[in-house]
C-alpha cells in the first residue's frame, strides 16, 4: 500500500506543477495576443510589457509568460551551446528561431525583466531531479520584485523533454520561487546568487543536507550583492571564481566554470594591460615627434631665435614625457606569451630615446650656461630619433 500512495503522490504533485495559476490569467490572455511586430526584439517585447501592465509583478509574469511560452527547446542542440557568442548574438538568434537551450531562455528573460525596469540577473549552476545530480550545466534568472529576491527559470517553466522530444507545458513551480526552497533543484556555481544567509556548500546539495544551518558563519548576500555590483568586470570574475572555489569543486561542471572565470578574468586583465600599453606607446611617439622637432631645431643652431626657456622646454617636455613612459611601461602587467616580445622591444625603444633626449638635455643646459659668443661655436650636426611607432 505504501508504494502505491508514493506512486500517487508523485503522480498528483506532477499534475499540479503543470496547472495555470488564475491569478495570472489575464496577463497571460493579454502577452499572448501580443502582435508579431512587438516581438522582433527585446525592446519591443518590453515596451509592449511596460505599455500594458502597471505592477512589478504583473510585469515580470508578462514577461516570464512570453519567454516561456514563445521559445521551444532544441533539443538536437542541447550540447552544443556556443561559447563564442555574445549575449546579444544569443538573444537575436532566439527571438528569430523561437528555439534554444537554457542560456537562451535565461538571457532573454533576464533582458526583458532589465528593461521593464526590474533588477536581475543570469544565473548559471547545476540540477538535481528525483534524487540525480545532471550532468549538465544549467542557466536561470533571480529577480528582484518589491524588495525580494526570487528565482525564476523560464526553461523548466517551458516544458519538458521526455524521450528525447520537447512538449511545451506551463509549469509555475518555476516561476517567482522562493530560493529557499528552490536550492532543493537548483544551485548556483557562485554561492552569491543562493541568496541566503547561510549557503549551502556543493557537497551538502549533493547529500541533499538543504535545511538552513545558523551554526555557520553569516554571509549578508545583500551587501555582497551592491559590493559585487560597483567591482569592475575583472574584480566580479575574480571574487566569483574565489567563491566557486571556497563551495568546492565537486563536479567537472563546477571545476569548468572556476576555470573559465579564471581564463576570462587573465584575458580582461591582459586586454587592460594592452589598453594601457598602447597609451604608453601613442604617448612615447609623440615625445619622439618633440625630440625629433627639438633636434631639428639644434641642426638649425637654434634658429629662428627663442627666450632660453622656450629652448629648454622644448627638450625638457619630451624627455620628461619618455621618463614617465619609462616608469609606466614597468608597471604594465602581463600582456601574454604572443606580446611579451612587443613589450620587450617598446622598453627598448623607450630607453634609448630617453637616453638621446637626456643627452639633448645636458647640451641644452650646457648651451644655456655659456655666454652668446661662446654658444655659436657648440653646434654640430646631430641625427633623429629614429620613427615614431604604429
Known amino acids: 500500500m505504501k508504494n502505491i500512495f508514493l506512486l500517487l503522490f508523485f503522480f498528483f504533485s506532477f499534475l499540479s506543477f503543470g496547472q495555470v495559476n488564475s491569478e495570472y490569467a489575464a496577463v497571460d490572455a493579454k502577452m499572448a495576443a501580443i502582435p508579431a511586430s512587438s516581438t522582433t526584439s527585446t525592446e519591443a517585447i518590453a515596451n509592449y510589457i511596460n505599455a500594458n501592465f502597471k505592477t512589478e509583478t504583473d510585469k515580470i509574469r508578462a514577461a516570464f509568460y512570453w519567454t516561456a511560452s514563445n521559445i521551444s527547446y532544441d533539443v538536437a542542440n542541447m550540447f552544443a551551446v556556443n561559447f563564442n557568442e555574445t549575449v546579444q548574438q544569443k538573444i537575436a538568434k532566439t527571438l528569430t528561431t523561437k528555439r534554444g537551450v537554457c542560456i537562451h531562455y535565461a538571457v532573454v528573460f533576464n533582458e526583458l525583466s532589465q528593461k521593464i525596469g526590474i533588477q536581475s540577473y543570469k544565473i548559471e549552476g547545476y540540477t538535481k531531479q528525483n534524487g540525480k545530480v545532471s550532468d549538465l550545466a544549467h542557466a536561470w534568472t533571480a529577480v528582484k520584485i518589491d524588495k525580494r529576491w526570487y528565482v525564476f527559470d523560464p526553461t523548466w517553466g517551458a516544458g519538458y523533454v521526455n524521450n528525447g522530444k520537447y512538449s511545451k507545458k506551463l509549469n509555475n513551480v518555476y516561476f517567482k520561487a522562493d530560493p529557499s526552497k528552490i536550492i532543493a533543484s537548483h544551485i548556483p556555481f557562485d554561492y552569491l546568487w543562493q541568496f541566503s544567509n547561510y549557503p549551502f556548500t556543493n557537497g551538502e546539495f549533493y547529500e541533499g543536507k538543504i535545511q538552513i544551518n545558523k551554526t555557520k558563519k553569516y554571509f549578508d548576500f545583500e551587501k555582497e550583492i551592491t559590493k559585487y555590483n560597483a567591482l569592475s568586470e575583472a574584480d566580479q570574475l ?115 630615446a630617453l637616453a638621446q633626449a637626456e643627452e639633448h638635455s645636458l647640451f641644452v643646459k650646457n648651451y644655456l650656461s655659456r655666454s652668446k659668443m661662446v654658444r655659436k661655436t657648440m653646434f654640430s650636426k646631430v641625427s633623429w630619433y629614429g620613427v615614431p611607432l604604429n
Do not use: W
Open 238 to 352: 575574480f571574487a566569483s571564481a574565489e567563491r566557486i572555489e571556497k563551495n568546492g569543486l565537486k563536479n567537472a561542471m563546477i571545476l569548468e566554470r572556476y576555470e573559465g572565470k579564471k581564463q576570462q578574468l587573465t584575458y580582461l586583465r591582459h586586454n587592460s594591460n594592452i589598453e594601457k600599453l598602447n597609451a604608453v606607446v601613442d604617448d612615447m611617439n609623440h615625445a619622439v615627434v618633440l625630440l625629433n622637432d627639438f633636434i631639428q631645431y639644434r641642426n638649425m643652431k637654434f634658429n629662428p631665435a627663442l627666450s632660453d626657456a622656450d629652448i629648454s622646454n622644448m627638450i625638457e617636455t619630451p624627455r620628461e614625457k619618455l621618463a614617465k613612459c619609462q616608469d609606466e611601461i614597468y608597471k604594465i602587467g602581463s600582456v601574454g606569451n604572443a606580446n611579451a616580445a612587443n613589450v620587450n622591444s617598446i622598453r627598448k625603444s623607450i630607453s634609448a
